[in-house]
């Protein structure tokens, strides 16, 4: 039982042009969500995150957005450049009893192509 | 500052042998984790620690335990590796139950 999905594996976008990946969720306790990104033969690295009480959130160019009724976020990478060639995965986080713990997407190839 | 280290890098084990990985970080926080990533999975949480001394199962915790003596340091142990522990395993340390900061990660290979 996935509670945190990533519905597309891979994206290709050109460079200069705007990237949207998406993440759904099923757990109505999620109340905290952030975006890894993770190059080949790292760790992932934290890049943006959004609590439930916004619905959007910006850092640069990046922006997260949060629609709590559609249980859905998507993350805007604007303009998309090569180095944002990654793999980014979607993590939530319920408040409560297993706070603690980060549930993760599958995650979203993103190649931006020069 | 080095952030979180993970040694080793890589490992190859046979069925059967057992192994620890270390995870150590200069950070000064109080909750660690260590994860498992799998083709086409995202990150699965084995087991926490939310203090020294402490450790906590977590999503798939089965043949591996986890000890934390000492709070820059997490390790996590298999006592008999088995071929479906074949994974790259991530450790990961935060100050809150927010933001994570993450490892380089150890591949491990068990023949």
């Known amino acids: 039982d996935q509670q945190v999905k990533q519905n597309s594996p891979s994206l290709s976008v050109q460079e200069g042009r705007i990237s949207i990946l998406n993440c759904d969720y099923t757990?109505?306790?999620?109340?905290?969500f952030l975006w890894y990104k993770k190059y080949p033969a790292e760790g992932p690295t934290f890049l943006i995150s959004?609590?439930?009480?916004?619905d959007k959130n910006e850092d640069g160019r990046f922006t997260v957005f949060l629609n709590k009724s559609a249980k859905h976020l998507s993350l805007h990478i604007v303009p998309s450049q090569p180095g944002d060639s990654a793999v980014y995965f979607c993590?939530?986080?319920?408040?409560?009893?297993?706070?603690?713990?980060?549930?993760f997407g599958k995650g979203t190839k993103l190649s931006v192509i020069p | 500052n080095a952030g979180v280290t993970q040694t080793p890098k890589f490992r190859v084990l046979k069925t059967g042998q057992s192994m620890t990985l270390l995870c150590a970080q200069d950070?000064?926080?109080?909750?660690m984790y260590w994860y498992r990533q799998d083709p086409g999975m995202g990150l699965r949480l084995i087991h926490y620690?939310?203090?020294?001394?402490?450790?906590a199962k977590g999503e798939v915790p089965d043949g591996y335990n986890v000890s934390r003596l000492k709070k820059q340091n997490f390790l996590l142990g298999l006592e008999s590796a088995a071929p479906s522990q074949t994974s790259v395993y991530f450790c990961?340390?935060?100050?809150?139950?927010?933001?994570?900061?993450f490892g380089p990660g150890t591949r491990l290979t068990v023949l």
């Open positions: 757990n109505s306790m999620f109340d905290y």
């Open positions: 959004i609590s439930s009480i916004k």
């Open positions: 620690s939310v203090g020294e001394g402490t450790t």
């Open positions: 993590a939530a986080r319920s408040s409560g009893a297993g706070s603690y713990q980060l549930t």
């Open positions: 990961a340390s935060s100050e809150s139950h927010n933001e994570q900061f």
């Open positions: 950070m000064n926080h109080e909750y």
